[in-house]
């Protein structure tokens, strides 16, 4: 079966960190841009973070630069979301994605339901 599987996800209080893994089963991720994103209750679903296929280029929300970072493992068939000094407005469900055809701003900045893959999301909690 062709997937994306989130894990890592948790309840945490503010300052704590959780590390998101997104593993692809079915598929190798090496031809593929990779993107976290998140959705709170009421809001639309918003880029956190992308990753290019080499790893070598990046892109980061405005709010969570220099606390979240993105890295891939493509011998692992995996992306990481490394969330340090989380805050309860990062609490949502995140999701990873993967895009075979975007950059990785446009991935992040214009998220597409319509993308290669979505995983089924992992909940995050920040809360004391």
């Known amino acids: 079966q062709l997937q994306l599987v989130e894990s890592g996800g948790g309840l945490v209080q503010p300052g704590g960190s959780l590390r998101l893994v997104c593993a692809a089963s079915g598929f190798t991720l090496d031809y593929y841009a990779i993107g976290w994103f998140r959705q709170a209750p009421g809001k639309e679903r918003e880029g956190v973070s992308c990753?290019?296929?080499?790893?070598?280029?990046?892109y980061y929300k405005d709010s969570v630069k220099s606390r979240f970072t993105i890295s891939r493992d493509n011998a692992k068939n995996t992306v990481y979301l490394q969330m340090n000094s989380l805050k309860p407005e990062d609490t949502a469900v995140y999701y990873c994605a993967a895009s075979s055809i975007t950059t990785v701003q446009a991935m992040c900045v214009r998220p597409d339901p319509e993308y290669d893959y979505w995983g089924q999301g992992t909940q995050v909690t920040v809360s004391s």
């Open positions: 990753i290019s296929r080499s790893g070598g280029s990046t």
